[in-house]
Antibody
Framework: EVQLVQSGAEVKKPGESLKISCKGS????????IGWVRQMPGKGLEWMGI????????RYSPSFQGQVTISADKSISTAYLQWSSLKASDTAMYYC????????????WGQGTMVTVSS | DIQMTQSPSSLSASVGDRVTITCQAS??????LNWYQQKPGKAPKLLIY???NLETGVPSRFSGSGSGTDFTFTISSLQPEDIATYYC?????????FGQGTKLEIK
């Protein structure tokens, strides 16, 4: 079964750093793009960026370029989303999602990681 | 950036009704348009890809159409379990944009 399993909820203070993870299983991790999607409380979906773990080719939404870093460790089939200095406005649910068919559609989603940033 | 305008933002309909949601792109995106369903507290689920192709396992009451800049998502006969928020999403050369979402409620 193809799965993406994300790391658990985080509570952080403004200015702190954070790295959340998304572990893929049941498929060839290096062969398919994995994206990250933000959902702020009560709001819609926002595409943040995408990575191809095979060669770490990464693309960002202009809205998130420079704000976050997307990476992957293919040795442990895990993608990451990280912040160097969190803001209260980063409070949101973050989903990883797999383009498992190569059709630029996200057909498999992680369960989400809730990030709360509060002083 | 390609912008997606989705309408309506909310919709109330009765069980058995035909429901239609539209999505308009700010420029020609061919058929590079997907539709997702998100139920409260859950991750989104892919329903339609490439504007009109039904994802495996998705009930046939869901359908999509359109190309270029104008797209339509239809539920032919609304069921209680269809209560959710629906999103369109375009893709263009590994850049993606979601529509604002349509919250569907039962009347």
């Amino acid at each position: 079964e193809v799965q993406l399993v994300q790391s658990g909820a985080e509570v952080k203070k403004p200015g702190e750093s954070l790295k959340i993870s998304c572990k893929g299983s049941g498929y060839s991790f290096t062969s398919y793009w994995i994206g990250w999607v933000r959902q702020m409380p009560g709001k819609g979906l926002e595409w943040m960026g995408i990575i191809y773990p095979g060669d770490s080719d990464t693309r960002y939404s202009p809205s998130f370029q420079g704000q976050v870093t997307i990476s992957a460790d293919k040795s442990i089939s895990t993608a990451y989303l990280q912040w160097s200095s969190l803001k209260a406005s980063d409070t949101a649910m973050y989903y990883c999602a797999l383009d498992g068919s190569g059709m630029q559609a996200f057909d498999i989603w992680g369960q989400g990681t809730m990030v709360t940033v509060s002083s | 950036d390609i912008q997606m305008t989705q309408s309506p933002s909310s919709l109330s309909a009765s069980v058995g009704d035909r429901v239609t949601i539209t999505c308009q792109a700010s420029q020609d995106i061919s058929n590079y348009l997907n539709w997702y369903q998100q139920k409260p507290g859950k991750a989104p689920k892919l329903l339609i890809y490439d504007a009109s192709n039904l994802e495996t396992g998705v009930p046939s009451r869901f359908s999509g159409s359109g190309s270029g800049t104008d797209f339509t998502f239809t539920i032919s006969s609304l069921q209680p379990e269809d209560i959710a928020t629906y999103y369109c999403q375009q893709y263009d050369n590994l850049q993606y944009t979601f529509g604002q979402g349509t919250k569907l409620e039962i009347k």
